[in-house]
């Protein structure tokens, strides 16, 4: 593909993509609104409109988006404590349940980075994505998925969050 540069002018805080043979000219990405920004944005603007609806079991749960900003602000001041901070990285194994998504957000809001993986990877793929990233906190979904984050041995993985208390020792 042949890839040429745009050089026309872009407004300050955006990212102006370069013209491309698809006939695609340019897009303009703001990055003053974060998702925490606009997370915040939307509680204070519709706090008791749904924000999000789960499925399980057969029955539909629903978030307000004052419910889904307080689920955020609990798993942030967690990370927090935990000494999560800027540019540290929360890996993250399990299925696709709103208290994963919550967690990305807080580890995001803290000025660090989500890395979201698979429950159904096996230890040793595990284990190759923990040895990039070298995160020293993890969020995991449930014993099936703490059991393989203690499996993989990661010397630099020194806590670890769990959703589903299930079957864990205490």
Excluded: C
């Amino acid at each position: 593909t042949n890839v040429e540069s745009d050089t026309s002018e872009t407004p300050e805080n955006t990212l102006n993509v370069e013209k491309v043979e698809s006939g695609i000219t340019s897009v303009e990405i703001n990055d003053e609104q974060t998702l925490p920004s606009i997370l915040i944005s939307h509680t204070e603007e519709y706090p008791n409109e749904v924000a999000l609806r789960w499925k399980r079991n057969g029955v539909w749960r629903e978030f307000t988006w004052e419910e889904y900003y307080q689920n955020v602000e609990y798993i942030t001041l967690g990370l927090q404590e935990l000494g999560f901070s800027a540019d540290d990285i929360l890996f993250t194994i399990g299925y696709n349940r709103p208290q994963q998504t919550w967690a990305w957000l807080g580890a995001i809001s803290l000025n660090g980075m989500a890395a979201p993986n698979y429950e159904e990877d096996h230890p040793e793929e595990i284990r190759k994505q923990l040895d990039r990233l070298k995160p020293s906190i993890a969020y995991a979904e449930d014993q099936q998925t703490v059991d393989k984050l203690i499996e993989t041995e990661a010397p630099y993985l020194d806590k670890i969050i769990y959703r589903d208390p299930k079957g864990l020792s205490q």
